[in-house]
């Protein structure tokens, strides 16, 4: 299932492990565990933001798939989203 992952990162954690290299690293372990079908990383609400879009096989895969990001002190949110091919298809599917 195509997730959309959003983690807003803890400001003061974050600018400890950019200051130590450390930030770069787990980014990166982030986006080989989740293998994003796309990835972008903006400010909201004056935190670090990374949102990335990426294909869920198994929900039992969520608690390593996040850990990294717990322990960089982040607000998660993890929400089923579709494409517009998904979409298409779910609405023919719903009689529309």
């Known amino acids: ?3 959309l992952l959003t983690a807003q990162m803890d400001t003061q954690i974050t600018n400890r492990s950019i200051s130590d290299g450390t930030m770069s690293k787990m980014m990166e372990e982030i ?3 989740l293998k994003p079908e796309a990835a972008y990383f903006a400010i909201q ?3 670090r933001t990374c949102l990335m879009v990426f ?3 198994d929900s039992a895969r969520i608690p390593p ?3 990294p990001l ?3 002190g982040s607000e998660i949110g993890l929400v089923p989203v ?3 091919d998904d979409l298409r298809t779910g609405l023919k599917s719903a009689g529309t």
């Open 1 to 3: 299932m195509r997730m």
């Open 31 to 33: 986006v080989e565990r």
């Open 45 to 47: 609400n004056g935190r």
């Open 55 to 57: 294909d869920m096989q």
């Open 65 to 67: 798939l996040m850990e």
């Open 70 to 72: 717990f322990h960089a």
């Open 82 to 84: 579709m494409n517009l």
